[in-house]
């Protein structure tokens, strides 16, 4: 179980481009976070691989109430991942570090994590290669890239930066790729979400634009100086709050913050619906790819409720201590969870007498999924709750391995 005790004092830290103090512990709520968002990540890939349906759960002329829940909980898991890479990058210059120690991670294993999602990771989505999909690694590794210069700034101006991409990118909705002729593969890597076709016979598609991500690392590196403070639960709090309800305001008012129309599953204002249940869905109904202001409110403003409900948690038994463990083999655990769901809906339709041959062939990434396979709500639970179950131990033990070995400094990039 989760037990909550009051934080440790920890040493406030400087507002500079280093940090000059004894080293501070590891923060067990940033673990325990990260683990339960990577829990919630594996039910929308389960969802993904063995659902029966051919629409989206955001389709408001098709979508029903558990449905929707079921996607939107797992909304949380991107912008809470990235902010905490940005968190934890932090937490590690404070526990001794160097700014250009860190700086050298960032851009290391953002390159690293590039070449993962186009090989690896893309291998286990699609049994397929090569695979020209720009997913949440892809992004994810080009941000800290560009987290490998923001850091060399003061953590003020990190925080401002940060702030400014995520508040204000969706002023830049007008601006389509297709305005701007030659640079449009530009755009659509940095804002906008499609296909660019690179050369004939090789496309990539781009679901995960950089602007905003980069902005929200940014925002969880500067929240780091926060977690070294004695009253770092309260300022967590507080922030969640009032991240919460700017979401609320601002998607209330209806005017800004949501993206435009057209993009992918996108419904752009929300609007009153035949019934209570789909207005309510309408609402919460708000645009991913790329990422809105609203969509990154809607999920890090709980997010940092969780953490700041989570601080002080020892983690020494029960669910807490399986959070511990998936928290902190983050990248293990999400190659390993892709190959261990995809070989899953593979058995299961064979077993049921259902097409399998799609699944080794690009899946649902390639291939339109036939009409006689998949399954519904309770069946995707299931095999959500079972890929957890196997991949306890197999974490559970890279992250004793890990632990045995800190001189093995290439641990830290798997």
Not at 38 to 49: G, K, P, S
Request: glycine share 8%; proline share 7%.
């Amino acid at each position: 179980m989760v037990s909550i005790s009051s934080p440790s004092t920890i040493a406030p830290v400087a507002t500079g481009s280093s940090i000059r103090q004894a080293p501070a512990p590891r923060v067990i709520s940033v673990d325990l976070l990260r683990g339960l968002v990577m829990v919630i990540m594996a039910l929308d890939h389960t969802r993904d691989y063995f659902t029966n349906l051919t629409f989206q759960p955001e389709d408001l002329s098709r979508t029903y109430g558990a449905l929707f829940i079921t996607r939107v909980i797992t909304h949380f898991c991107a912008p809470t991942f990235f902010l905490l890479a940005g968190t934890g990058a932090f937490l590690a210059v404070a526990r001794g570090k160097t700014i250009t120690g860190i700086s050298r991670f960032f851009w290391t294993r953002g390159l690293w994590l590039v070449f993962l999602e186009f090989s690896v990771i893309g291998f286990g989505w699609s049994f397929v290669l090569p695979f020209g999909f720009a997913g949440v690694i892809w992004a994810l590794g080009w941000s800290m890239v560009a987290m490998a210069l923001i850091v060399r700034l003061p953590i003020r101006w990190i925080a401002v930066l940060g702030v400014v991409m995520i508040a204000g990118h969706n002023l830049l909705d007008r601006i389509t790729p297709d305005s701007l002729g030659k640079f449009s593969g530009l755009w659509m890597v940095l804002h906008s979400p499609g296909a660019y076709l690179i050369k004939p016979g090789v496309m990539l598609f781009v679901m995960y634009p950089l602007i905003p991500w980069v902005g929200v690392m940014a925002c969880g590196y500067a929240m780091g100086s926060l977690l070294l403070r004695p009253d770092r639960r309260k300022l967590i709090l507080k922030l969640g709050i009032m991240i919460t309800l700017a979401f609320l305001v601002l998607r209330g008012i209806n005017l800004y913050g949501n993206g435009t129309a057209g993009y992918p599953f996108s419904v752009g204002p929300w609007t009153v619906q035949p019934r209570l249940s789909l207005t309510v869905i309408s609402f919460f109904n708000v645009l991913k790819y790329p990422p809105s202001l609203d969509y990154l409110l809607m999920t890090l403003g709980p997010a940092l409720i969780a953490l700041a409900w989570f601080d002080g948690a020892k983690a020494e038994r029960g669910l807490g201590q399986v959070l511990l463990v998936f928290g902190r083999v983050p990248m293990f655990y999400y190659i390993l969870h892709i190959y261990l769901i995809h070989i899953m809906a593979i058995v299961a339709a064979l077993v049921l007498h259902q097409p399998a041959s799609w699944l080794w062939h690009g899946g649902f990434f390639l291939q339109p999924k036939p009409a006689d396979y998949g399954h519904g709500l309770p069946f995707i639970y299931l095999m959500w709750i079972t890929a957890l179950v196997l991949l306890y131990l197999p974490c559970k033990w890279y992250m004793k391995f890990k632990q045995q070995h800190p001189q093995w400094r290439w641990l830290s990039y798997v």
